[in-house]
């Protein structure tokens, strides 16, 4: 991820020669990354799909933002089946999946561990996945009806190492029902009041006397990783011209791509002096150095971490 260009922090920095380019092109990503790192947010356009907990609001605050599409929200789960595994030579075994990868761990009888991963990209509905995790030696999955079958595998929730070995099994957890929102602020949706009908998208507003609504209830229901949200959210990244693709300066706000330049020009700057360099005198010459342990990128966030709190959330 590159929050700026070569062309661009040059015309920022005045600079027309290139003798320093190519230090440029390798500072890019260090900078991007750490400001990435230190606002604790993804920045570029990506898709989600979200578990998160409910509070009983009808107002959701989602963690990445600033929204572009919001595509579909679910309230609730349903358990579609189960993975165990039946081996009488295995003394501990369980699940685990990311999103991407599907974990499958046992502890032998002997002792000996062993892990199989199975990438769900390749199984994309339920059924595929079974077949896959069957052709594993001991392990079997038990889908509650067939019409399980089909249903998408990318939607299924993390599984945290589930045991999975008698008497225990890891459920195959996916979204209820899905719900009418709306998009309020950048990183806010709301539930809207669709009356008797739960998944309908007809209604108005909730927030007025929520507490009294019929239907889908007084806001997103308390629980833990009980709600799925589907939706895009982040910048469109600043790109030069390449062939015939024109130059692009991205959706990235002015303050942050102003930061961004900021923050690359003091770390350009520390190969020509001392990066730590904090305060200095003329008098019987002095100087104070800061942040020496954290690297050039990371000294510069460091000086700048007012200016970058403006676009980081703050949570108490």
Do not use: C
Request: hydrophobic content about 40%; proline content about 6%.
């Amino acid at each position: 991820m590159n929050l700026t260009t070569v062309t661009r922090f040059k015309v920022f920095a005045g600079m027309t020669g290139t003798s320093q380019d190519s230090l440029i092109v390798s500072l890019i990503p260090q900078v991007s990354d750490q400001i990435a790192k230190y606002l604790k947010r993804d920045l570029a356009v990506t898709t989600y799909l979200s578990w998160v907990d409910g509070t009983g609001s009808p107002i959701l605050r989602l963690e990445q933002w600033p929204i572009l599409s919001l595509y579909q929200v679910f309230l609730g789960t349903e358990t579609a089946g189960y993975i165990e595994n039946t081996s009488a030579t295995v003394s501990r075994a369980s699940v685990s999946f990311d999103g991407t990868n599907l974990s499958l761990t046992l502890i032998s009888t002997a002792g000996v561990v062993t892990t199989t991963d199975l990438p769900v990209g390749t199984s994309k509905i339920l059924s595929t996945l079974k077949t896959a995790i069957e052709a594993v030696s001991g392990w079997s999955v038990t889908l509650n009806s067939t019409d399980y079958n089909s249903e998408p595998t990318s939607m299924l929730r993390p599984i945290y190492a589930a045991s999975a070995v008698d008497p225990d099994t890891a459920d195959l957890v996916l979204p209820d029902s899905p719900v009418p929102v709306k998009v309020i602020a950048e990183d806010m949706i709301e539930l809207l009041n669709s009356g008797n009908d739960p998944v309908g998208f007809g209604g108005g507003s909730i927030v007025p006397g929520f507490d009294a609504t019929t239907g889908i209830g007084p806001g997103f229901p308390s629980g833990s990783a009980n709600i799925l949200v589907y939706y895009k959210a982040g910048y469109t990244l600043p790109s030069d011209a390449a062939g015939e693709t024109p130059a692009s300066d991205g959706t990235l706000p002015p303050g942050l791509a102003l930061l961004v330049h900021q923050i690359l020009q003091d770390v350009l700057s520390s190969t020509k002096y001392n990066s730590n360099l904090q305060s200095e005198s003329i008098g019987n010459y002095s100087y104070s150095l800061s942040a020496q342990d954290k690297g050039a990128v990371l000294s510069a966030i460091n000086n700048r971490r007012k200016d970058l709190d403006l676009f980081k959330r703050i949570t108490i």
